[in-house]
């Protein structure tokens, strides 16, 4: 590994100094309230090139935009990765009732073979009629309705009914490329300039704030509290609010992440109403980021969505306007590539749903596969089916390993020098804080980058892992931090907790003040 690690840093090291002048720091490049960017396409340097396009000349807001979890660090190797929620290139297997279906209606002719009996479970075979049916003409690579394809969001709302119990609209479901896309369509209809204003959490999953930047908004952090377990205060969301409010900015509204990304908190059902409430006084649209909900590691808490609190509380659709998302990417069925989501959207009057529909109209429509997923992971096999039983082994057996994983890397970070790792609740990151010596962070400012880049450029080079810096995330100014995710496949855990081990240790001992 050492060879590999040598070979590795000496192909790489002309990258590393093209790229030593750009700043790692995501949010110091999106517009943010109290660090608004100096940046502009007339202070960019011009070129004499004739072609039609160069860094001068295209729109400045996508100069501003940057994704950390595909960033730097990420662009330098491609060896063992520990940055981004992608299970299945990891070595997570699909679940097999949900590929069997994709499959059959993918291919509908063997539905009418003999041998396909013997091959596909017969719940699978009897859903791939089912949704086929639903489909006009049977074909998957035709378009569908922009919102979706109506048996799908018919499924989809009955199980979010289940989930909650409380009723769901189908014509409130609008089917997504993932939940990215929806996060992006929100983000177009609320922000007119940059004086509009989101909150999101500090630390944030990249996709809130490149979206902020990309259509022109502002972000107003809020801090989570890390010696609380990465609480969400509301003392915090008013005090940010009233700030931005005395600067002009006009916030529209609140996205909460939970589980937390890059986090792994889980919310308490009575910070949630807390939460709920906020919104409701302050007239904000609540955006609630709910694709990890199957991802829940600890005993005392559960995944309870903002739907179905807010609906707790007796507030429907005149007193607070909602958006849920969800994913086929995370939970156990990390179906990433398939590129399924949906959102769903309530509080809207029926001038402001038309809008929305327009704007996805535009896109036509997304993927059926994605959608056709979308649609089995709210409706799974049930007791009874042939395939439940297979079902449900590959779900736990996906979860357990995962909790396992989280709660082996959480102790071996807690363990090291310097290091301390909140409790992994749920979702599929750990978010250590690293206290680096003086020597380290003056070693870090001499090549220009932030302290958390230079750590885990040091790790890469060193070890082939690959984890993403706390800059990328936010993070409280003066602390440093790195995103890890627990995908890793289970049997290859201690490998990388001895190579991290290691690591961490040489690197203390030659900065040490």
Known sequence: MQKYARVTASLITDLLRRRSRQSSRLLSSTHILDHPSSSSSSSLMSSSSTHPLSVATINDKVLKCEYAVRGEIVTLAQILYCNIGNPQSLGQQPITFFREVLALCDHPAILDRSETQGLFSTDAIARAWQILDQIPGRATGAYSHSQGIKGLRDTIAAGIEERDGYPADPNDIFLTDGASPAVHMMMQLLIRSEGDGILCPIPQYPLYSASIALHGGTLVPYYLDEATGWGLETSELKKQLEAAKSKGINVRALVVINPGNPTGQVLAE?????????CKQEGLVLLADEVYQENIYVPDKKFHSFKKISRSMGYGNEDIALVSFQS??????????KRGGYMEVTGFSPEIREQIYKVASVNLCSNISGQILASLVMNPPK?????????SAEKDGILSSLARRAKALEDALNSLEGVKCNKAEGAMYLFPRIYLPAKAIKAAEAVNTSPDTFYCRRLLNATGIVVVPGSGFGQVPG?????CTILPQEDKIPA?????TEFHKQFMEEFRD
């Open 270 to 278: 009575d910070n949630q109403r807390q939460i709920v409430e906020f």
């Open 328 to 337: 086929v990417s995370k939970g156990y069925y990390g179906e990433c590539g």
């Open 383 to 391: 007791v009874g089916d042939e395939s439940f039983e297979s079902y």
């Open 479 to 483: 602390t440093w931090h790195f995103r």
């Open 496 to 500: 990388i907790v001895s190579r991290l």
